[in-house]
């Protein structure tokens, strides 16, 4: 435990001292929010389905940071490191493998609830954002849909030789989810043709997921499904593709 705890505390400094991490998974979901803030407010919309803007946006950005670090930041990171042999190193040494892909994980999921708690911040203050209607239940569906997310990293990290690649293909397949999921703008928006398309994009589940328990809070079964099961398979895949180097 106290190797763990040492390793996520030197990973938590190493992914502060990253700009460009920091500013996507921090700073820009915060642009959007005042941004888009400032040209729709939060005003209740019956179009929205009484809610509004900045209520809807808020769990989208979240399934942002959620898709940006698991997608991008993550596979880009160990790729990074398998390139330089520092997994191979931490391999000779004594250091348990598991405690080096934990801390990984727990840094992560650390950073996401940061970037949450930076968003309802400064949604609760500058625009009256609505509170989750279940908020115990809005922290375990973000965790698990960080893990789901985190796990899809690790093969993508896997599969992906060098940090070039890993950042090509991590943001090829990120951003089209970005824009049609609702994690960048609601889907309500969105003509019902690209709403049907989105419905197959894992992301997507993730934004109905943390939507529906923030706004009305129930659970989304179908999307929940969808979340828990690209868990289960990502993790089975990651086991036999993850190298360390």
């Not at 809807?56 to 898709?67: A, D, E, Q, R, T």
């Not at 609760?124 to 279940?134: D, F, Q």
Request: proline share 6%; hydrophobic share 55%.
């Amino acid at each position: 435990m106290k190797a763990l705890l040492k390793m996520t505390w030197i990973e938590f400094k190493l992914q502060l001292r990253e700009p460009v991490g920091v500013f996507f998974t921090l700073a820009f979901p915060l642009m959007l929010l005042f941004i888009f803030g400032s040209i729709y407010g939060n005003e209740p919309n019956d179009f929205l389905g009484g809610f509004g803007s900045i209520d809807l946006s808020v769990p989208g950005y979240i399934g942002m940071i959620i898709g940006t670090i698991g997608m991008v930041a993550l596979p880009i990171s160990l790729a990074n490191y398998r390139e330089q042999g520092i997994l191979r190193r931490f391999r000779a040494t004594p250091l348990p493998s598991g405690t080096v892909l934990w801390s990984q994980v727990i840094v992560n999921v650390i950073m996401t609830a940061l970037g949450a708690l930076l968003l309802v911040a400064a949604g609760s203050g500058a625009y009256n954002l609505r509170l989750p209607e279940a908020s115990l239940a809005v922290v375990g569906a973000t965790i698990l849909g960080a893990l789901s997310f985190l796990s899809l990293g690790f093969v993508l990290a896997g599969l992906l030789p060098t940090p070039r690649s890993a950042q090509a293909v991590g943001m090829a397949l990120f951003y089209p989810m970005l824009f049609l999921s609702g994690a960048a703008m609601p889907r309500q928006f969105m003509p019902e043709s690209v709403q049907t398309v989105a419905e197959f994009l894992p992301l997507t589940h993730v934004v109905k997921l943390l939507e529906d328990l923030w706004l009305q809070g129930v659970w989304n079964l179908t999307s929940l499904a969808v979340v828990v099961g690209m868990l289960l398979v990502c993790l089975f895949v990651s086991r036999r593709t993850f190298r360390w180097e």
